[in-house]
């Protein structure tokens, strides 16, 4: 059994202990990759004895540490880390499996008499932590096996096709071997006449669920600068053999292999681009991530936000600090 499942069987044998998501107030440190979210949220936790639960899609996997600019082990000798290395890289890892884990999580931190506060830049993961989100429609089973059949019958990407003409955004997020979430999209067109990315976009808010959420922002042209010599210093540190090590062993996953950069990392590795390239096409992915992101977070209009390159960083902490009420 893994860590996770571990921790998974905790949350659900305590379930009728409060729901922690709505007992504690939720507090959150979030923005766009690289604009120093992890170097503040260490120096605010250890100077207020809190611990740090990772909100970052990518950081459950193990393994996945250079090219996720996983905290390292230093980092985590000086201040606690939650919702790291959950799972094997070649294993699915759902948002709700995230969910119970984070449930798990804030239940230990309030056993031991501990706060927290969540780091990352997920958004999903911060819509469905403050909002909850709709399940859809439940499941037919005589549609999904009708539907399993014609999966198995006409081959993987024809199905993929299928998705892709009637819900193109979930399609562009799954793998066309991902049968499970492929066979489920289509089945929720079929039962509904509606995509699941629109089912998804549904959000029921607990009523008794609090939060505060810090962001963090930065110019473009500086934004894009530490993007770039970030990637150069992954790469730097190793990022090409991380990324042959997990595809020999365990191999990616459907979810895993989405982490940014990887694969671009491997096509590098297998020859088919050269260093120069390969740097400059997972920059500009990048980039172009965290504009998404700056979009998504924006739209949490209770977010204090804070300017990354301050002059002043003693201030930008007492300020977060204040907002957390730390």
């Known amino acids: 059994m893994s860590d996770f499942d571990e921790r998974s069987d905790a949350a659900s044998g305590s379930q009728a202990l409060p729901d922690p998501l709505e007992r504690d107030t939720l507090r959150f440190l979030v923005g766009a990759t690289a604009t120093g979210k992890s170097r503040l949220a260490l120096e605010l936790a250890a100077r207020t004895g809190a611990e740090i639960l990772s909100l970052d899609s990518m950081l459950v996997y193990r393994g996945l540490d250079v090219g996720t600019a996983k905290p390292s082990a230093d980092e985590r000798a000086r201040v606690p880390h939650h919702l790291l290395d959950l799972v094997e890289p070649d294993r699915r890892f759902t948002v709700q499996d995230y969910v119970a884990a984070a449930r798990a999580a804030l239940a230990d931190l309030a056993r031991r008499g501990r706060r927290g506060f969540f780091v990352g830049g997920t ?4 819509k469905i932590l403050t909002s909850g989100m709709f399940e859809g429609p439940e499941a037919d089973p005589a549609l999904r096996k009708a539907l399993e059949a014609r999966y198995d019958e006409l081959g993987a990407v024809a199905l993929h096709g299928e998705l892709l003409r009637i819900d193109p955004t979930a399609a562009a997020r799954l793998h066309p071997n991902d049968k499970k979430r492929v066979v489920r999209a289509l089945e929720v067109f079929e039962q509904t006449g509606r995509t699941l990315s629109e089912w998804q976009t549904e959000w029921r808010a607990p009523s008794r669920r609090r939060w505060r959420i810090v962001g963090l922002e930065l110019a473009v042209p500086e934004l894009d600068r530490r993007i770039a010599e970030r990637t150069r210093a992954m790469l730097d540190a190793g990022w090409a053999d991380e990324a042959r090590r ?11 292999i989405q982490a940014l950069g990887y694969r671009e990392v491997l096509e590098f590795v297998d020859g088919r681009s050269d260093r120069e390239e ?20 924006r739209k949490f209009g209770e977010t204090v936000w804070f300017d990354a390159k301050t002059p002043d960083p003693v201030e930008q902490l007492d300020g977060v600090r204040r907002v957390f009420e730390f």
């Open 246 to 256: 997990i595809r020999e062993h365990p191999g990616f996953g459907p979810t895993a």
């Open 278 to 297: 390969c740097e400059r096409r997972i920059a500009l992915a990048t980039r172009q991530f965290a504009r998404r992101q700056r979009t998504w977070f």
């Open 123 to 126: 958004g999903l993961y911060l």
